[in-house]
C-alpha cells in the first residue's frame, strides 16, 4: 500500500473514481481539505460498489481541482454531504434567524 501523503495546495478536492480511462468525481468538494476526501474514500468506495457491483474492479482515490470548479459529487447526497457553498448558506440563514429571535 503506498502511504497518503497529505497535499496542502490551495484548490478543490474531490474523491475520485477511475474505470478504463474515465474518470468521475464521487464527493466533494472539500476546499483546501485533502484529509477530508482522503477521509471519505473508503465510504464513498462502499457507495459506489452498492451502486453498481463492478465498481469492485475499479480504481478510487483523490484529486485536487481548480477552486472555480464546485460541482458536487455524484454520491454527495448519498453520503450526507453538502455542497461548501450550500452549507455557507444554511449557516448565515441561521445566524440571520437566530438574531431575529432574540
Do not use: C
Not at 45 to 61: H, I, K, V
Amino acid at each position: 500500500m503506498i502511504p497518503k501523503k497529505i497535499d496542502d495546495a490551495p484548490g478543490n478536492y474531490y474523491v475520485s473514481v477511475v474505470d478504463a480511462g474515465r474518470v468521475g468525481l464521487l464527493a466533494g468538494p472539500f476546499p483546501n481539505d485533502h484529509a477530508g476526501a482522503l477521509a471519505m474514500v473508503k465510504r464513498a468506495r462502499r457507495e459506489a460498489e452498492r451502486a453498481d457491483p463492478w465498481a469492485t474492479f475499479y480504481a478510487f482515490g483523490t484529486v485536487r481541482v481548480s477552486s472555480t470548479h464546485t460541482a458536487p459529487g455524484v454520491l454527495n447526497s448519498r453520503l450526507g454531504l453538502r455542497s461548501p457553498s450550500r452549507a455557507r448558506k444554511l449557516h448565515r440563514t441561521r445566524a440571520h434567524n437566530e438574531g431575529i429571535a432574540k
